[in-house]
């Protein structure tokens, strides 16, 4: 299975401020996943970045807030863009993997905790 | 995606076995029933997955309804590292890219 490392691990950052956040893979994947996780909340997908193409963004996400960058079959960014406090979360790279006979499954980063003040 | 139901919480005592159970009586044929947990701090990380038949590796078992509208996550023996939010999700099988959509999950509480 893949091995994903994700920086940074946790920043505290002012409103009005972006942040880039960082996904490098240790293998060479289609498909790489952005999710959010707020509070005390289960994971929401934010975008899907495939290389080559523009992220697709899932519904109450858009490429001005979140801008995605997909250089390479092994990396991507997610930009956090004129950060406010309701941005504070966990923000998750994800790959998928093949399972073998059943198909495909996926591996998280670690995360990066931001909190916005 | 169809949808899945689970309890919000299970309590269980180390050593003990665990059931996890997971309702998606809208499953088609072709979806896959997945499991993940996210253990505290941490991102989710892969459990276990199965189409029909149950399912068993080192961290856990999947048993599967003969309908297909349930199944169940058994942990033989829970231990305190096991304290962690389960997710049962249902990915479209076959083919790549096939988006995960998580629910709330379990949280599932390990006593010594």
């Known amino acids: 299975s893949a091995v994903i490392s994700q920086k940074p691990s946790r920043d505290i950052c002012q409103r009005g401020t972006s942040l880039t956040i960082q996904c490098q893979v240790d293998s060479q994947v289609t498909m790489m996943f952005w999710y959010r996780q707020q509070p005390g909340q289960s994971l929401t997908l934010i975008a899907t970045?495939?290389?080559?193409?523009?992220?697709?963004?899932e519904s109450g996400f858009v490429i001005d807030k979140f801008p995605i960058s997909r250089p390479n079959l092994t990396f991507s960014t997610l930009t956090v863009s004129n950060m406010s406090p309701e941005d504070s979360s966990i923000y998750l790279c994800s790959v998928e993997v093949f399972a073998g006979p059943g198909g495909y499954g996926y591996t998280f980063g670690s995360g990066t905790r931001l909190t916005v003040v | 995606d169809a949808k899945t139901t689970q309890p919000n919480s299970m309590e269980s005592n180390e050593e003990e076995p665990v059931h996890l159970p997971c309702n998606h009586s809208t499953i088609s044929g072709t979806d896959y029933i997945h499991w993940y947990r996210q253990l505290p701090s941490q991102g989710p990380e892969y459990v276990i997955h199965?189409?029909?038949s149950n399912v068993n590796n080192r961290m856990a078992s999947l048993a599967i309804a003969e309908d297909r509208k349930s199944s169940t996550l058994i942990l033989h023996r829970a231990t305190l590292r096991d304290a962690a939010v389960y997710y049962c999700i249902l990915r479209r099988g076959g083919t790549s890219y096939g988006k995960l959509t998580f629910g709330q999950g379990t949280i599932l509480t390990v006593h010594p």
């Open positions: 199965g189409l029909t």
């Open positions: 970045a495939n290389q080559g193409s523009e992220a697709t963004y």
